[in-house]
């Protein structure tokens, strides 16, 4: 309930919210204190006075936990699973210092919080039961666990999205995640190996060429990019503007949300732009991989994996074609091990936060002084005047991170007012959804697409401006503003931009990020000789332009470094082992289709299967 309001969430709209959450709240519970029971059982009949204190100071931390898993949910509006297994330790460290979270006020909170909790449980001693309540109170709860855990109601029925989430119990859900990470593992079968050579899809088919390989197939991909662009002078330049949070619910035409990035809408208005467009991750872990390579994903994301399974990328086939790569982020380039992907690619330059000029200044510092490092123009400024004076041509690459929680900008109080006044000026609403909860999330939006703005202006006084194509896109939409549905996270625009450019289009056709990399390649491999090997192991189809909404591509996605659970082929999407029909704008809708279901799960496993086999054999290339 206090989810709900924080986040102006009408619960009692939807009455299988509370109910489900309530019987899993009660179910978490009777399952700690049966196991509680157990442990003071048997540990009071040896030292009594250790026992007691031991389950006492446990449930407290338990307790608190489940306080803090609430508070983590009402950030993120995303529960804290597994995936939190899979960060370095410095990784969470930033995390938690970015939400303001690691400060001395907070340290001395937790602990006088746990002084509370503790005492309050002490007052048990004072709970007296005897006689028959000493056996029928505990009956009792076992009989309802019983019931709860053997036969579980079904109440979250219908329920997806945000919904699903705000039913769950935040503790049981992590507790479940974990008893998944740490003692069940996933067999690898390899009957993949039985099935067909050829991969049907209308744009073209992958010939598979090799079953110790499973992803290995023929380099045929068509050019389909070509006839948008008039002739380039020489093999052109590639520039990557990869947003930070950019997701099509609040960018771009027919944004459900209302759209907060004016500039990049005029510019998609002249470009080739995907509206169905899906990131191969809900996190940024795997924008690199899935962008530039259309890479497995590994247990955790293909940039975790120790060492890398020997792999392609475009960035590592153009440095061999004499190309010079280069990449800038305003943080820390350790972050996700960008760094290490990239220096496996060959790249010539990477900029992080230790290599800014000295005018330039940080992020502004939360107020226990942690910054994520420069903001976004200060990233694009100092990006412009390192990037090389070279007759290679170039690849440059620009992360942005200043749509990041914890959302602090320069300028805040200016960019603050630019909400308020496009809330009033366009009149942006949505039934559930109130956009002034935001203000913060929606205000970096806004930054981030003034800061590519400036960008652009500055690029168009190059030389080789007329010489480059542009591709922007978001690595995942923002999970702080509340989601419409499961594949919602995933909804990223696709803009490709040049000056180039015959004419604009906009598709509908669904797409991804693993489709840019064998896209892009087949245009410079058709045009201007780029040398690209005859044996590929891409995951990606090609960039598909139909204006029509059609879905020709089938992919697995992977919400974070743990939770893999979303796979779709053609117009059909499983989720969390439920189905669903998409529709244009990446729309879905429950159906109830067993048999279509039970096809989809299979080829899902199968697609795991792969995966897990290529990444733990090193088996993705010979």
Sequence with gaps: MWIGKTHDINILSQPNILITNVLETIKWTLYTLGIFFLIQVFLGMVIPRLSYFLVKAIFSVLLLTGIGLVMYFSKTLVPLGADVYSYSFSDIKETVMAAGMLNLYTVFGILGALVVIYWMLSLGRYIKIKGKGAWIIPGAAFFVLVVLMVLPINTSKGLTGLSDFLAENKSFFLYQESYDYFASAENIYFDFYLSSTNDENQLFQKEYMDTQYPFLHKNNYPDLLGNYFEPFDSAPNLVFVIVEGLGKAYSGPNAYLGSWTPFLDSLGAHSLYWKNNLSSTGRTFGVLPGLFGGLPFGEHGFMEATPYPKHRTLLSVLKENNYQINYFIGSDKHFDNADTFMQYQGVDMIVDIHNFDGDLKKSPAEANGFSWGYADKENFKNGLRKIPSTDKPQVNIFQTMSSHSPF?????????????????????????????????????????????????????????????????????????????????????????????????????????????????????????????????AWRGYVLDTAQEFRSNIKHALMRNKYQFRDYFNGEYLISDDKAFKISDNMNIDPINEPTLQEKLSTEFQQYKNQDGYVMNNNAIIP
């Design 408 to 536: 602090v900008i320069p300028q805040q109080a200016y960019y603050n007012q630019k909400v308020t006044s496009f809330l009033e000026a366009k009149q942006y609403s949505h039934p559930t959804i109130s956009l002034n909860k935001y203000q913060k999330e929606l205000a970096s939006i806004m930054y981030v697409d003034d800061a590519i703005k400036d960008f652009f202006t500055e690029y168009e006084k190059r030389e080789d401006f007329e010489n480059t194509i542009f591709i922007i896109t978001g690595d995942h939409r923002l999970p702080e503003i509340p989601m419409s549905s499961l594949i919602d996270r995933f909804h990223v625009p696709l803009i490709i931009y040049s000056e180039k450019l015959k004419r604009p289009k906009q598709m509908a056709a669904v797409t991804t990020h693993f489709e840019v990399p064998t896209s892009l390649l087949a245009y410079l491999d058709n045009n201007f000789g780029i040398k690209s090997p005859e044996k590929v």
